[in-house]
């Protein structure tokens, strides 16, 4: 019986050391979702069988297999198995370039090799980021709510912003955040989403009206951020103040 399958039927306790049936199924629709706009058809349905027999099977993305196995899963064009581990070999070249896999060592017939997760394939991971900043920022031109002085419409906002602050990516609570107004009431900022962020604390406090781009490059300098969190937190708040001023 496979891992995913015990932890499914209960006939098991998920394991620490492996992964979790909630993040199998994310990463399963990631592979098709995401994957499958990265490498070639042939290449993925490689990838989708060493998917299989590693995380599904074992929970791990650790395997130890012959080629030749890989290829027992997979039928040609014209309905044969693929049963040579040259056939096999031939589609591998475009899962290392994408560092889909990784062959760690050879075992005689067998190959030791790692099976990344789609959300570790660097291409892979752009693509769910990008869709994931797009999905935030939904088209608000009819929404005048107050998201500010609603309870709910406060939730939504924190939801949307990944129960994190926009300026320094620490996580926050339903207890703890803060809502904070990009362009500042007294300079005709208003309480519609996209003119809303959450924050912490400290940072509403530290930021007070100053320019929400110039406070956010302070913390980077501080070492709040790193480079990467810095410039998509920066393309973020930009996006938000377009769609204020718009």
Known sequence: MS???DIMKGTIEPSADRISLERYVQ???????????????????????????SWF??????????WARVGSFIRSDQGNI????????RRLSNLFEYKCIAVNQQRGSANEISVHLPSDIPACRDLIDREEREARIEPQEKDARDYYSDPERRLMV???????????????????????????????GTNRKHNLVAACEVC???RSDSDPIHFLR??????????????????????LLGESVG
């Open 3 to 5: 891992y995913i399958i």
């Open 27 to 53: 990463e399963s629709s990631f592979v098709t979702r995401y994957l499958s706009r990265v490498v070639k058809d042939k290449a993925l349905v490689v990838y989708q069988v060493l998917f299989h027999l």
């Open 57 to 66: 099977e074992t929970g791990k993305g650790e395997i130890v297999v012959p």
């Open 82 to 89: 693929i049963d040579d581990s040259t056939t096999v070999k």
């Open 158 to 188: 924190l939801a949307r912003d990944h129960h994190a602050c926009v300026y320094c990516t620490a996580p926050l609570s339903e207890e703890n955040f803060v809502l904070d107004h990009l362009l500042p009431v007294a300079r005709g």
């Open 204 to 206: 509403n406090r530290r």
């Open 218 to 239: 302070e913390n980077y300098r501080q070492q709040l951020l790193s480079q990467d969190e810095f410039l998509q937190q920066k393309q973020y708040i930009e996006v």
